[in-house]
């Protein structure tokens, strides 16, 4: 189950529990002129997410990701940015990227499947 709760002017917080996890997840969302989202969730919540943050405004005008570390719950759904086809990546260390970010997100899961061994996280 997936709430939406608008918890300051502009500000919602989207909380989906799993039950079957005991487990409460959130993302962020700031509506703006350059809208922010905080933290992505699972890549299995992607579509969730996304109707969630439909309920209040057009998931294609987020103009910003942003996660706190890099887990499965905070960035998980970066696959579904690459289909966006976003021009620049603002990472939290190291310089920014501008080009084909589409192509460095994918090449990113890669990474994550080789390093982790796994390829539902990233």
Known sequence: ???VTEIAQDVYR???YMSERNLQINQFLVRDDEPLLWHTG???LFQTVRDAVAKILDPAGVRW????????DECGSLNGL????????????GSSFSGDCSRSLREL???IKDVVGRSDIG
């Open 42 to 44: 699972h890549k299995f």
């Open 109 to 111: 899961g890669t990474v």
């Open 82 to 93: 690459a289909a966006l086809n976003p021009k620049t990546l603002a990472v939290m260390h």
């Open 14 to 16: 989207i909380s989906t």
């Open 1 to 3: 189950m997936t709430i």
């Open 65 to 72: 990701i942003g996660f706190s570390h890099f887990e499965a």
